[in-house]
């Protein structure tokens, strides 16, 4: 074959071999090709682009958005913090990641994302990995060079060819080889964690029978008389984790809970990049180290002065639950999946909704420096706007929130325990259709089965029930209203109509004046406060209100009806709760399909919700839930 030919140029295949020669011809156009571990991450994260955020004026990164929700500030450290400045050379990249955070917060998700990420990433050209070919380390080709070539190669490169052969490479090359490195084979990797290439999971067992040969790995006592001694690299087994996950990443489950032995291997292993095996010299490796735990075993490692010198060689990013509903919601529906039961079930909207308020209350720490009150954060945080609060009231709070001492999403009610409440109610429902207050019901049924109801008592826990409850029957109060203004939208128009006569009575020079002057009808100041007191317009205040109306109204040639009230955000909210309220009698009245009078319309009320969510029996238990709101 032509050294041309065999070259692993852009678009090679992935079953590519071929020498170290023709692999410098390549890399030397390609240098990302030598990228170390953490380089590699952040190219394949960075790839995948960016996307507005909720946050004002920052962004979030795209590769996460298919399993983490409500994490963008954690996964931004993560990612700028971390692998970006590691990716510069500067001294993160001597840093292992250790992730705090509560149980089932996203920690395992956020590495299982990186492993597949690299799986499919190194499977592709722009991710290709090569490595010296029977290494069992897939080690960069580029510790073939010998020490006298590799300033030139770095000048080349841009990045200094960094660690040395390991044991078997180096007896390769001395033996099989004679010394010729250019003659050595180079192949193309893809990393797979089920073949064991470039990524690596260790779990904690118990200390006693735990080796830390399953890091290291071992000799092979069968070969030992073969090859006559312990410190042939023939009679030894690299097959620990840490020659596995090298040029990838190397995950800790549980990473605190290690016995001491297994800790002290990453202390050269972050600092220097090598790590100590068998009757060998310092093996290097290059590799992303990845530790989870929660706040409990954090604690209790950081309290401990023993543990100073992992400590400082540690980066710790904190992976709170979520603040905000929709996030929450939307990681219900993942851990929810495809269950057949549950894709027969239709949830009433504000359902899951009510869940997820019940679960981001119990994260929200009580503040005795703040008037607002829980359920008013919640709805900050979840991006809506909230009446009366300015914005940068609501920026304060956000500003509150994400401030790294708050600690806010460290503890709570975990998404876990939530979805099996859900679960309770979808095989206790009555019918196809689960809605809020059978959520709500299910979970305060279930409060004694967290833990979280001994350390704050079950009497906190119904007060976020009942809280989520309050804003649930908001939220349902809002849908129904808005349904029956369009609707009734003829009896919203005949009310500002009606308003606005006795506004025009009210100013006619030379102000308010008895009907006897000239047999006008008295101006109604009991309706036009009805309608003005819900804006907050003070007595003191109202002619200056009314005559900046009517200037509106003189805009348009004095033709009120020409003028839409609805262009005027509070005093469309002000008319329409006037006109809800007074006909909130028609609640109590049953749809039942008579083409007669308001229960046609109660027909059409109930048709636009279950075109906005609701379904033909969630609908009408819709409706009458807020008749039964209103007769309180």
């Not at 897939?138 to 960094?162: F, N, S």
């Amino acid at each position: 074959m032509a050294r041309e030919e065999a070259c692993p140029a852009a678009g090679s295949p992935l079953g590519w071999s071929g020498t170290l020669a023709q692999y410098l011809d390549v890399v030397a156009d390609r240098p990302e090709l030598a990228d170390d571990a953490h380089t590699r991450l952040y190219r394949m994260i960075h790839a995948a682009g960016r996307r507005a955020s909720d946050r004002a004026g920052q962004s979030a990164w795209t590769f996460f958005d298919r399993d983490l929700y409500g994490l963008d500030a954690a996964v931004d450290t993560l990612v700028e913090e971390y692998l970006h400045s590691a990716a510069l050379g500067l001294e993160t990249r001597r840093r292992l990641l250790l992730l705090v955070g509560p149980v089932g917060g996203g920690k395992s998700t956020l590495v299982w994302l990186l492993k597949r990420g690299l799986e499919a990433w190194t499977a592709t050209d722009a991710g290709a990995v090569y490595g010296i070919a029977g290494c069992p380390m897939q080690e960069d080709p580029l510790h073939l060079l010998p020490p006298a070539l590799r300033a030139d190669w770095a000048r080349r490169l841009g990045r200094r060819p960094a660690g040395e052969l390991c044991p078997r490479c180096r007896l390769a090359l001395e033996h099989e080889y004679a010394g010729r490195y250019l003659d050595m084979p180079v192949t193309r990797v893809v990393f797979s964690e089920a073949n064991r290439l470039g990524i690596g999971t260790f779990v904690p067992s118990d200390p006693k029978s735990q080796d830390v040969a399953e890091l290291t790995g071992s000799l092979d006592f069968s070969t030992i008389t073969q090859y006559g001694s312990e410190s042939d690299p023939r009679a030894f087994r690299f097959d620990g984790e840490l020659y596995r996950a090298n040029r990838g990443v190397m995950e800790f489950q549980e990473m605190l809970k290690l016995d001491e032995r297994f800790l002290y291997q990453l202390l050269g292993l972050a600092q220097e990049g090598q790590f100590k095996a068998g009757r060998f010299a310092l093996i290097s490796a290059d590799q992303v180290v990845v530790g989870h735990t929660n706040e409990h075993e954090y604690r209790a490692f950081a309290a401990n002065p023993r543990n100073e010198a992992l400590l400082s060689r540690m980066i710790v990013i904190r992976v709170p639950y979520p603040l905000r509903v929709r996030d929450e919601v939307a990681v219900y529906k993942k851990l929810m999946g495809h269950s057949r039961p549950v894709e027969t079930v239709h949830w009433a909207p504000g359902a899951l909704e009510a869940a997820a308020s019940v679960s981001v209350l119990s994260r929200l720490k009580d503040r005795s420096d703040t008037l607002v009150d829980p359920v008013t954060r919640l709805e900050v945080l979840n991006g809506q706007e909230v009446p009366g609060l300015s914005p940068d009231e609501a920026a304060a709070i956000r500003e509150q929130a994400a401030q790294p001492g708050a600690g806010l999403g460290m503890e709570g009610l975990d998404p876990r325990f939530v979805v099996n409440r859900l679960a309770a109610a979808v095989v206790r429902r009555d019918g196809p259709c689960i809605d809020a207050r059978t959520v709500l019901r299910a979970l305060d049924a279930g409060i004694g089965q967290h833990a979280l109801a001994e350390r704050v008592g079950p009497e906190r826990m119904q007060q976020w029930i009942g809280q989520a409850r309050r804003a649930y029957d908001e939220r349902v109060r809002r849908d129904v209203e808005r349904q029956f203004i369009t609707v009734f939208s003829d009896h919203a128009r005949a009310l500002f109509q009606r308003y606005l006569d006795h506004v025009d009575q009210w100013l006619r020079p030379p102000g308010p004046r008895a009907p006897e002057a000239d047999g006008a009808p008295v101006p109604d100041e009991a309706l036009m406060r009805s309608i003005e007191e819900p804006l907050g317009i003070l007595e003191g205040q109202r002619r200056t209100f009314r005559e900046e109306l009517w200037l509106r109204v003189a805009a348009v040639g004095g033709q009120r009806e020409a003028w839409d009230y609805r262009v005027h955000a509070r005093l469309r909210q002000a008319v329409e709760r006037r006109v809800f309220d007074h006909l909130a009698d028609l609640l109590a009245l049953e749809p039942s399909g008579d083409a007669e009078g308001a229960d046609v319309r109660l027909q059409q009320v109930v048709a636009g919700l279950t075109q906005s969510g609701y379904c033909a029996r969630c609908a009408p238990g819709a409706l009458k839930y807020v008749a039964e709101l209103q007769a309180r």
